[in-house]
């Protein structure tokens, strides 16, 4: 009576924001790798590069010297940097893509073509500057760099546009600067993280990998949850307290205190006992990199409840894990909630039209058989990212405050810091 999880990993319109502080050589170096390795056809490859104005002509001409240097061809011969795309239909694609970006008058800088190229489905490495992140509408799944320039007084609306975006699976950032380093990773929506290094070849159990949004629905390949989206018994999770750390959860469990909803205020300390909020970990990998594992909100969470205590269970899961809801107006509830407090109420609002109000990214579903399956074929038709479903029938919630599987409402993101960066960091060098 439960929908089977659906595990995805798909596309991505990686980013990398390039800083005035960077190192112009190192950031070539892992540009070129990041675009252009397996002929861009990698999901973590970098599609766009974003550099501040202040270098960004020094770096680009850096960039184009180098992307010269590529050799394309049959990767049987050692001296070939650059293969084939996968087939002749992606061939046409990208080029396609290149020619309609010429046609508008981007500039495009791109290597001749090369003796023993001329039969099969080679694409030069490409590099194309736009105006402004809104000119791609897709992904361009092959070796074509996108660059466009920012003034950092406009980082900000810089990484609205990249979350904008509604991919959110890998993300480089270079700088020098650990106020930069901080500022970015906290507001980027992405899986993976990676500063002051290449945004691809993720290690398993180093960098577990796997995205959100348009990018995947989690968990991440390689990392402590995996296993447990694929059996009945799921071993022990991490573990991490985060009641302390969410007021709302303590506020809505008083409330049900003071309604005499005993039960389902325990239920809802129990889930901020349970809930891996905020946990942040340090996993092994090599000398010379650090590598962070962290668990975070997933975001906005569709509940659609069909009882009272079925609301309350799903709301207590919810705000356990740092998480925004929409509720189902349909379940006509509304008066179950009355008198919440304002540090609640600011985090839920109620729906009538599921498509308008969303995306999500996930849902909590109460009911039985048939009900479970309408509401299922209602979220897997609306318009964005997949939404993993969770459900649970009204029975069980009345027996198990664990109906609902707490990580499955968390985000994992891996950050991957090269602490061995060329150049050194700004602050360790003003003070030598």
């Given at each position: 009576?439960?929908?089977?999880?659906?595990?995805?990993?798909?596309?991505?319109?990686?980013?990398?924001?390039?800083?005035?502080?960077?190192?112009?050589?190192?950031?070539?170096?892992?540009?070129?790798?990041?675009?252009?390795?397996?002929?861009?056809?990698?999901?973590?490859?970098?599609?766009?590069?974003?550099?501040?104005?202040?270098?960004?002509?020094?770096?680009?001409?850096?960039?184009?010297?180098?992307?010269?240097?590529?050799?394309?061809?049959?990767?049987?011969?050692?001296?070939?940097?650059?293969?084939?795309?996968?087939?002749?239909?992606?061939?046409?694609?990208?080029?396609?893509?290149?020619?309609?970006?010429?046609?508008?008058?981007?500039?495009?800088?791109?290597?001749?073509?090369?003796?023993?190229?001329?039969?099969?489905?080679?694409?030069?490495?490409?590099?194309?500057?736009?105006?402004?992140?809104?000119?791609?509408?897709?992904?361009?799944?092959?070796?074509?760099?996108?660059?466009?320039?920012?003034?950092?007084?406009?980082?900000?609306?810089?990484?609205?546009?990249?979350?904008?975006?509604?991919?959110?699976?890998?993300?480089?950032?270079?700088?020098?600067?650990?106020?930069?380093?901080?500022?970015?990773?906290?507001?980027?929506?992405?899986?993976?993280?990676?500063?002051?290094?290449?945004?691809?070849?993720?290690?398993?159990?180093?960098?577990?990998?796997?995205?959100?949004?348009?990018?995947?629905?989690?968990?991440?390949?390689?990392?402590?949850?995996?296993?447990?989206?694929?059996?009945?018994?799921?071993?022990?999770?991490?573990?991490?307290?985060?009641?302390?750390?969410?007021?709302a959860l303590l506020d809505f469990a008083k409330w049900l205190d003071g309604k005499g909803a005993k039960t389902e205020a325990e239920a809802a300390r129990t889930a901020g006992s349970n809930s891996a909020l905020?946990?942040?970990?340090?996993?092994?990998?090599?000398?010379?990199?650090?590598?962070?594992?962290?668990?975070?909100?997933?975001?906005?969470?569709?509940?659609?409840?069909?009882?009272?205590?079925?609301?309350?269970?799903?709301?207590?899961?919810?705000l356990a894990t740092g998480n925004t809801v929409v509720i189902d107006a349909a379940s006509g509830l509304q008066a179950s909630l009355k008198g919440l407090p304002a540090s609640i109420a600011a985090r839920l609002?109620?729906?009538?039209?599921?498509?308008?109000?969303?995306?999500?990214?996930?849902?909590?579903?109460?009911?039985?058989?048939?009900?479970?399956?309408?509401?299922?074929?209602?979220?897997?038709?609306?318009?964005?990212?997949?939404?993993?479903?969770?459900?649970?029938?009204?029975?069980?919630?009345?027996?198990?405050?664990?109906?609902?599987?707490?990580?499955?409402?968390?985000?994992?993101?891996?950050?991957?810091?090269?602490?061995?960066?060329?150049?050194?960091?700004?602050?360790?060098?003003?003070?030598?």
């Amino acid at each position: 009576g439960r929908p089977i999880p659906l595990i995805a990993e798909t596309g991505g319109q990686n980013a990398m924001i390039v800083d005035s502080s960077a190192l112009a050589e190192q950031v070539v170096g892992d540009v070129i790798a990041s675009a252009f390795d397996s002929a861009g056809q990698r999901c973590s490859a970098l599609r766009v590069l974003c550099l501040q104005e202040d270098v960004a002509d020094r770096t680009l001409s850096m960039l184009k010297g180098a992307l010269h240097e590529l050799k394309i061809g049959r990767t049987d011969r050692l001296s070939v940097d650059v293969g084939p795309v996968i087939t002749a239909e992606a061939k046409g694609i990208i080029e396609k893509h290149i020619e309609t970006m010429r046609g508008l008058g981007r500039k495009v800088e791109q290597i001749g073509p090369a003796s023993g190229t001329e039969q099969g489905t080679f694409v030069p490495p490409t590099i194309i500057e736009l105006d402004k992140l809104s000119d791609l509408k897709r992904e361009v799944f092959g070796p074509v760099l996108h660059v466009i320039r920012y003034r950092r007084d406009d980082l900000d609306r810089l990484i609205d546009d990249i979350n904008a975006t509604g991919y959110g699976l890998t993300f480089g950032l270079h700088t020098r600067l650990d106020e930069t380093i901080a500022h970015v990773t906290s507001r980027v929506k992405a899986g993976n993280l990676y500063v002051n290094r290449n945004v691809i070849g993720a290690v398993v159990g180093v960098q577990p990998f796997g995205g959100r949004g348009l990018s995947g629905t989690g968990p991440k390949a390689g990392g402590p949850l995996y296993l447990g989206r694929l059996v009945a018994t799921a071993p022990v999770p991490p573990q991490h307290s985060s009641v302390h750390t969410d007021p709302a959860l303590l506020d809505f469990a008083k409330w049900l205190d003071g309604k005499g909803a005993k039960t389902e205020a325990e239920a809802a300390r129990t889930a901020g006992s349970n809930s891996a909020l905020g946990l942040l970990s340090e996993l092994p990998g090599p000398v010379g990199e650090r590598n962070l594992y962290a668990l975070h909100p997933r975001g906005r969470v569709l509940l659609v409840p069909a009882t009272e205590t079925g609301l309350y269970h799903q709301l207590g899961a919810a705000l356990a894990t740092g998480n925004t809801v929409v509720i189902d107006a349909a379940s006509g509830l509304q008066a179950s909630l009355k008198g919440l407090p304002a540090s609640i109420a600011a985090r839920l609002s109620w729906s009538k039209d599921w498509s308008a109000d969303g995306p999500y990214a996930g849902a909590l579903v109460e009911g039985n058989g048939e009900r479970v399956r309408e509401v299922s074929k209602a979220i897997a038709g609306l318009p964005g990212p997949l939404v993993l479903v969770q459900a649970a029938s009204t029975e069980e919630i009345g027996k198990n405050p664990d109906a609902y599987c707490l990580n499955w409402l968390l985000e994992e993101v891996s950050t991957s810091i090269n602490t061995a960066a060329a150049g050194g960091n700004a602050s360790l060098m003003a003070i030598g």
